[in-house]
């Protein structure tokens, strides 16, 4: 709570983050893979480079059919402990942040959404590879269509629930991968 009001940035959930992407990725491999460097492919330094592997290998097609052209991405997998940051700064119009959805329901948390700074030129080529365009609403943010449906469990949830219970024995929390008051107290 402390991070979302006194910066906009999400590095004071950095070494929280990456255990949480450590741990998602025991619990399913295939979750978050690894985005392979591309010549034409630019990662904004705050971003964790994985996604879906479908999502991983649809996104590398659209980057192999236009080698010349650059693609930023200024967000792609975001852990539970970054989406409350991004959702609360949304709900209280601060860091320039205009619209993000409540941890555990995001997209970048399930490995399936990138947000693309050239969207305009690259959104042809992403739609035949099935990533839909959020649209004017957020005009960088694409959500690749051809994954299955989490139906409400989030790994990155779920890694979040094992690790406090690893670190918390006496304060144990159900391992769901859903999002509840009783996560986001902890």
């Known amino acids: 709570q402390q991070a979302a009001v006194d910066s906009c940035t999400t590095a004071s959930v950095d070494g929280l983050s990456r255990q949480i992407i450590a741990q998602a990725r025991c619990i399913k491999p295939n979750a978050f893979v690894p985005l392979p460097s591309r010549p034409n492919l630019v990662i904004a330094s705050q971003v964790f480079p994985y996604?879906?592997?479908?999502?991983?290998?649809?996104?590398?097609?659209?980057?192999?059919?236009?080698?010349?052209?650059?693609?930023?991405?200024?967000?792609?997998?975001?852990?539970?402990?970054?989406?409350?940051l991004v959702w609360r700064w949304s709900a209280t119009k601060r860091c320039g942040v205009p619209l993000a959805t409540p941890p555990g329901e995001s997209n970048h948390e399930i490995g399936v959404a990138l947000d693309i700074a050239e969207a305009g030129t690259w959104r042809p080529l992403m739609?035949?590879?099935?990533?839909?365009?959020?649209?004017?609403?957020?005009?960088?943010?694409?959500?690749?269509?051809?994954?299955?449906?989490?139906?409400?469990?989030?790994?990155?949830?779920?890694?979040?629930?094992?690790?406090?219970?690893?670190?918390?024995?006496?304060?144990?929390?159900?391992?769901?991968?859903?999002?509840?008051?009783?996560?986001?107290?902890?």
Do not use: C
């Open 127 to 186: 739609e035949t590879q099935q990533f839909k365009w959020l649209g004017q609403s957020d005009r960088v943010h694409f959500d690749y269509k051809g994954a299955t449906s989490a139906n409400g469990v989030s790994t990155d949830v779920l890694a979040f629930q094992k690790l406090w219970n690893r670190n918390h024995p006496t304060d144990k929390i159900t391992e769901d991968g859903r999002y509840s008051p009783v996560v986001e107290q902890r």
């Open 51 to 84: 996604l879906e592997l479908q999502a991983r290998d649809r996104l590398l097609k659209v980057l192999d059919a236009k080698p010349k052209q650059k693609m930023t991405i200024n967000s792609a997998l975001r852990t539970v402990a970054q989406q409350y």
